[in-house]
């Protein structure tokens, strides 16, 4: 039985909603639900809803699932960014921005990071209406750092290891994956759900705390980066590069030459 959930968005105190929780549970499913509900209604369609108010959409933009395009050269992660940087390229204020799981097909701090960063960009420089979810609980902190948004989880019910996935969108952040238990439910062996549990145990221990803080001095999107060339190697190296003509080097003499600068750049 489909479990219906009520959705708020709008361009002021709601423009973003962190939704969090387990694999399996619903995150995409409530997403994409919002989505198809927005292009039925720009169309004039019956929406399934018991009452709905929704403004025009000048676009919808998703980001959701993983896939690569190998073939072209294209990982997953940078078929990921690809649709991540048209996102943010194209979309205005009157777009509806649905992004599933941003940062996940790379290590955790680079992916984490450039969640952040991306929600952080969709938030400030955009301000459409966005649905973000994600398993880096760390970004709820950002409910109280940025204007706009908002935690939402989706509800679970645990007893002892069996986990009941109840469909329900609950305000508030989700402080765990539940990954493990959704992989015994998959069918993975006991004895690598029982090492998988030692394993989190330990890392749990270990943990390095992550503390995310307002960035007061945010750079601007045109920064650019200015070199010191002072020194006397930074002169050489540019003694080195006007010295240099591209049009008749040979291979080997191009290999040298790069070889010499970045053993002089190594010397600043």
């Known amino acids: 039985m489909f479990v219906p959930n009520d959705a708020m968005l709008d361009t ?56 690569d395009d190998l073939a072209t050269g294209q990982s997953t992660f940078m078929v990921e960014m690809n649709e991540v940087s048209a996102i943010i390229k194209n979309a205005t204020k009157n777009s509806l921005i649905i992004l599933d799981e941003i940062g996940r097909g790379t290590s955790t701090f680079d992916g984490m990071s450039i969640a952040r960063a991306v929600l952080e960009y969709v938030v400030k420089k955009i301000g459409a209406k966005t649905l973000f979810a994600t398993h880096y609980h760390e970004l709820t902190a950002m409910e109280g750092l940025l204007d706009g948004v908002n935690n939402y989880s989706i509800a679970v019910k645990k007893k002892g290891d069996d986990i009941t996935f109840l469909r329900r969108i609950v305000r508030g952040g989700a402080d765990q994956s539940f990954g493990i238990e959704v992989a015994k439910l998959a069918g993975i062996p006991n004895s690598v759900i029982k090492r998988a549990k030692v394993i989190l145990k330990e890392l749990e221990a270990n943990k390095i705390e992550i503390e995310f803080k307002a960035e007061d001095n945010e750079p601007e999107e045109n920064d650019d980066i200015q070199y010191n060339f002072s020194t006397n190697s930074a002169s050489d190296i540019l003694e080195l590069i006007k010295a240099t003509d591209i049009n008749t080097l040979t291979p080997i003499e191009a290999m040298q030459t790069l070889y010499d600068l970045k053993k002089k750049v190594e010397e600043l």
């Open 12 to 67: 002021l105190d709601n423009r973003c909603s962190i939704i969090t929780g387990p694999n399996m549970a619903g995150k995409s499913t409530y997403m994409r639900q919002i989505a198809l509900i927005t292009i039925l209604a720009q169309i004039g369609s019956f929406v399934p809803a018991k009452s709905a108010r929704i403004s025009v959409a000048d676009a919808v933009f998703t980001r959701v699932g993983a896939s």
